[in-house]
């Protein structure tokens, strides 16, 4: 699985931006997609996730409300709404594929196992 995130850029506290995630190489039908950050000096967190049979998803505490997982099957494109962005949003965004996840382990960055490059999301106040 190939993953490519895009979207990233500086915004003002309070502003929306939205990621985007292209997925190649296999079909996707057993597959949960999930979207991670990283601050510097700090751990890679969970944000969101998505089943890609059901669309079912998940969230961060920290983000409920604020950002929105989907998916455009047709595409093989999974995107990340985020509204009413704060400073401490800002960190380096990551997308992710794993294989038949449960639930319990979807904010575990170790069962994914296919990443894409991050893509930088700066929020000033």
């Known amino acids: 699985v190939q993953l490519q995130a895009s979207g990233g850029g500086l915004v003002q506290a309070g502003g929306s931006l939205r990621l985007s995630c292209a997925a190649s190489?296999?079909?996707?039908?057993?597959?949960?997609m999930g979207w991670f950050r990283q601050a510097p000096g700090k751990e890679r967190e969970f944000v969101a996730a998505?089943?890609?049979?059901?669309?079912?998803?998940s969230y961060a505490n920290a983000v409920k409300g604020r950002f929105t997982i989907s998916k455009d099957t047709a595409k093989n494109t999974v995107y990340l709404q985020m509204n009413s962005l704060k400073t401490e949003d800002t960190a380096a965004y990551y997308c992710?594929?794993?294989?038949?996840?449960?639930?319990?382990?979807?904010?575990?960055?170790?069962?994914?196992?296919?990443w894409g490059q991050g893509t930088q999301v700066t929020v000033s106040s």
């Open positions: 998505i089943k890609w049979m059901g669309g079912s998803s």
């Open positions: 992710a594929a794993g294989r038949s996840l449960i639930t319990s382990v979807l904010p575990n960055p170790a069962k994914y196992d296919s």
């Open positions: 190489g296999r079909t996707f039908n057993s597959y949960v």
